[in-house]
């Protein structure tokens, strides 16, 4: 656990010191909310759909997972997302659209990882609203937006909004930052459409006190090599009989090594900050290496011959898919009688 996760994981007297700055922190965010909430702040609406996945803490909650499996979903139905980011860990100025030839450098490792994933559309940039707009204009099939962490981006109007929270994490000691890992209340998550909690191994659901709220599972899937995107294992066939070393730099990066472990694989393992940015010379090359998809794409220039990237796959419980398909309908109806977008209704299928 790194030194942030272990002063918000309790209400020790490291976090207790935090205190009079989360308490400024908490204040000027619920002023912010309020000038919103009573519209005394504008918010710009796209025309489209926008659906908003986000998570009211700070560090990895699995957002970048659910976006993925939302955006192939919403294909899976005949729409044609668009996928909008704040581009974190890139140095891209403006809007930037994303394509598989960017650096991570560039346009951040998540954005990256959406696009090569999915192939949708996918645009970066600080504003959010800026963002959409040039998703639009240079993408104009696209009918419905998904905006990759945006829970807080208040300008940018939003028809759904989904929270993510960390199954095992939850929401820490429920502190603001930087006494805790909160963004905003815990209250926010009255206030969104659903909170969707990330479960990793045995881990049940928490109950945030009869808030609506799924679940989705998740679990490895195969194994491709970077030096060889086009072959693809079961973890069962990787050859774990030379020794193995297991690196990540994400938000959590103990679930990705417990998940390996239930899988059977025995490695070493070494942990980086989130969003790291590996260079060359920094990993050993004659080493069977184990990393996520989202480290993969930044390491692809100089991987090694045996570094393999795990793929992660996320199971929503049915009843989510049911009430998000529901939702989905809704919006659409709603937004094209109100604003005369395009009809994405006859693209629905069932």
Same mark, same amino acid.
């Given at each position: ?8 994981? +309790?209400? #020790? $007297? ?7 700055? !989360?308490?400024?922190?908490?204040? @000027?965010? %619920? &002023? *912010? ?46 729409? +044609?997302? #668009? $996928? ?7 140095? !891209?100025?403006?809007?930037?659209? @994303?394509? %598989? &030839? *960017? ?248």
């Amino acid at each position: 656990m790194r030194a942030p996760e272990r002063v918000w994981a +309790r209400r #020790g $007297v490291p976090a207790m010191l935090l205190l009079p700055l !989360a308490a400024l922190f908490s204040a @000027v965010a %619920a &002023m *912010r909310r309020a000038l919103y909430r009573m519209r005394l702040l504008p918010r710009a609406a796209m025309g489209v759909p926008v659906i908003v996945v986000g998570n009211i803490t700070a560090g990895g909650s699995g957002k970048t997972p659910l976006v993925i499996w939302l955006v192939n979903h919403l294909r899976a139905r005949g729409l +044609r997302p #668009g $996928v909008v980011s704040r581009g974190y860990g890139g140095a !891209a100025r403006g809007c930037v659209d @994303v394509d %598989a &030839m *960017r650096s991570p450098t560039e346009v951040g490792d998540e954005p990256l990882l959406v696009h090569v994933k999915t192939g949708v559309p996918v645009v970066v940039g600080r504003d959010r609203v800026a963002a959409a707009r040039t998703l639009l204009a240079r993408h104009p099939g696209v009918d419905v937006i998904v905006s990759d962490d945006g829970l807080q981006h208040y300008p940018l109007h939003r028809n759904l909004e989904l929270a993510v929270v960390d199954a095992s994490a939850g929401l820490g000691n429920g502190w603001p930052l930087p006494a805790g890992p909160l963004r905003e209340p815990p209250a926010r998550l009255r206030s969104v459409d659903a909170v969707v909690q990330v479960v990793r191994g045995d881990r049940p659901p928490r109950d945030y006190g009869g808030i609506t709220g799924w679940w989705i599972d998740t679990r490895p899937g195969q194994a491709w090599r970077l030096a060889q995107p086009q072959l693809r294992v079961a973890l069962t066939d990787l050859p774990v009989n030379k020794p193995c070393l297991a690196v990540t730099g994400i938000g959590r990066p103990q679930g990705f090594f417990d998940m390996l472990a239930r899988a059977g694989l025995r490695c070493e393992t070494r942990a980086f900050p989130d969003h790291h940015a590996f260079r060359p010379g920094e990993l050993p090359v004659d080493r069977l290496l184990l990393m996520t998809e989202k480290d993969a794409v930044k390491c692809r220039s100089f991987a090694g011959t045996h570094w393999w990237a795990v793929e992660l796959e996320i199971a929503p419980e049915a009843g989510f898919v049911a009430w998000l398909d529901q939702k989905i309908t809704a919006i659409v109806s709603r937004v094209d009688a109100r604003e005369g977008c395009i009809d994405a209704r006859n693209r629905l299928e069932g």
